[in-house]
């Protein structure tokens, strides 16, 4: 059992030995041609190879002006217009060139050119690993693909996977762009580079991307980053956890913790989700959606379920806005709160549309109605219309409201708060007269055609009305009917406190919620009563 142990040994041994010696054989360099070839006691074991010399090792060809040949050690030094092939797709040219068989390395040195197909590597200093198939320089280098030239002090390409990889002064030029890192990879068979460090570019036109981590598509202009990346073109900024950026189209795509600042018109754009087009500065924001308008002495706050900007005669001088809000509007500003369910505001008109329960705030006065119209004068409130079933409450304390009841009503700013009111049709007032004895408190109920409230200090001054029936009650006597009159309700619950609580939406109570009122409607012609002449 011993010696067929022992046997089995010496068998498995001599087995191994002739595979390493098949294998050395295999592997050895093979001269092909030389002019000349002599050996002398001064080169030691080196063959001298001089003119056209021609070598080959494992499908790699090497051509160059002369060489030194180690035999034993499987290796050689080219020189002169040194020429490495492997294949029809891979090249290198050096002065110098030094392989080794055994360990499939080459070094090459001098006006280094590494051609992979359409792509060429040039450097001053080149160490090929045949057995993982990269090439790397350490002393500067640069890589010519396309219509790019990457640059960088230390950098690597592994032909194989058409992957090469940079560090350190990193930069990628292009007719379109440049690119300036401090590590990158790029890929020389779709042209994408990969990002993984802070990372600049600047493209043609003077759009500035900036990202942390991602891909960057030069041959489609596409950019794909995450980290809080970032897009800059003139004075629109628009950043989010993650980016998609088309140059073609124009388009940016944010998720997270969007923000898009427009900082030429002084408004900012939020949301978890932003949909961004630069050519004509539309702009959609949705999930947490909020615009921020800071160009007066207070930041107005926007909320709403869907936000969408729309831009008109882009970079010119009559450039205007347009805003839309959809579903859950909630607005807030340190002198008027709104809320409704939907709001549109027309630059060019210097007006706001609020529709669907319309409701807005002024200290201590409350106005709404079935639709509301809010003009504004340089970013302050100028005047607001209230139509159909409009109302006005302004709260004395906690059981006594000064209020206005109109088909049509109109209230007029000045300085941030309301100067005097405008009633029309079918009015009715109830108005809490102060006396110095509260004890004395007096109520008149009026009701007329038209009501002009004019107001001072923050309190009434004068009232003007045409014919009017009207009566004067003890407070404490005052009928519930005339107390409170139709429609009325204290919103107090609905009301923004701050820009944190517009997320927080509130309904009216149902039985508080106004129905709306029927709305006549022309009929429409027919074309035969036309032609008939009706």
């Not at 509260?438 to 923050?458: C, G, P, S, V």
Request: contains cysteine; charged residues 25%; aromatic residues 12%.
């Amino acid at each position: 059992m011993l010696m067929m142990s022992i046997l089995c040994l010496i068998m498995f041994s001599c087995i191994t030995a002739e595979a390493q010696n098949r294998h050395k054989t295999d592997s050895r360099i093979y001269l092909i041609h030389s002019d000349i070839l002599y050996k002398t006691p001064s080169e030691g074991p080196a063959e001298v190879l001089v003119g056209n010399v021609k070598l080959s090792h494992e499908g790699v060809y090497l051509n160059c002006d002369s060489a030194r040949f180690y035999r034993e050690d499987n290796s050689f030094d080219a020189y002169g217009h040194v020429k490495m092939t492997q294949g029809d797709t891979l090249s290198l040219t050096s002065d110098s060139l030094f392989y080794d068989g055994f360990g499939l390395q080459a070094h090459a040195r001098g006006k280094v050119v590494l051609i992979h197909n359409k792509s060429r590597l040039t450097t001053e200093k080149l160490d090929y690993d045949r057995v993982y198939g990269v090439g790397m320089y350490i002393d500067g280098g640069t890589l010519y693909d396309a219509d790019n030239v990457l640059k960088s002090n230390w950098g690597q390409y592994t032909p194989s996977t058409h992957e090469a990889f940079f560090t350190e002064n990193v930069e990628l030029t292009n007719p379109k762009f440049n690119l300036v890192s401090d590590t990158l990879y790029y890929y020389t068979d779709t042209e994408r580079a990969r990002i993984v460090t802070p990372t600049n570019i600047t493209t043609s036109d003077g759009t500035f991307v900036y990202g942390q981590m991602g891909d960057y598509d030069t041959k489609q202009s596409k950019a794909n980053l995450l980290n809080r990346s970032y897009i800059i073109k003139d004075m629109r900024k628009i950043v989010g956890d993650s980016l998609h950026y088309d140059k073609n189209t124009g388009i940016s795509e944010a998720f997270g913790n969007v923000v898009l600042t427009d900082d030429e018109n002084l408004c900012s754009l939020l949301g978890d989700y932003c949909w961004y087009d630069e050519n004509t500065g539309n702009a959609m924001a949705t999930d947490s959606a909020l615009v921020m308008e800071y160009s007066g002495p207070d930041t107005l706050y926007v909320h709403a379920d869907t936000l969408r900007m729309f831009t008109f005669n882009l970079d010119t001088d009559s450039v205007y806005r347009n805003l839309h809000a959809y579903r859950h509007v909630r607005m807030f500003r340190n002198d008027v709160q709104g809320v409704c369910d939907s709001l549109v505001t027309l630059e060019l008109d210097s007006c706001t549309y609020m529709y669907g329960q319309p409701i807005l705030w002024n200290e201590q006065q409350q106005v709404f109605g079935e639709e509301i119209r809010v003009y504004n004068n340089d970013s302050t409130i100028d005047w607001v219309h209230i139509l159909r079933q409009a109302m006005t409450i302004e709260q004395k304390d906690s059981i006594s409201f000064n209020q206005v009841s109109a088909k049509e009503m109109k209230c007029f700013f000045k300085d941030g708060e309301i100067e005097h009111n405008e009633a029309h049709g079918n009015v009715k007032v109830t108005y809490f007269i102060d006396e110095d004895d509260a004890t004395n408190l007096l109520a008149n109920y009026t009701e007329t055609t038209q009501l002009f409230l004019f107001m001072k200090d923050k309190k009434v001054d004068r009232i003007w009305m045409p014919k009017a029936q009207g009566t004067m009650y003890p407070s404490v006597q005052l009928p519930h009917e005339v107390r409170y009159l139709e429609n009325f309700a204290w919103f107090d619950y609905i009301r923004p406190l701050d820009k944190n609580d517009l997320y927080r939406w509130r309904d009216k109570d149902a039985a508080n919620v106004l129905k709306a009122t029927e709305q006549r409607v022309a009929p429409r012609q027919k074309l035969s009563d036309i032609q008939k002449g009706q």
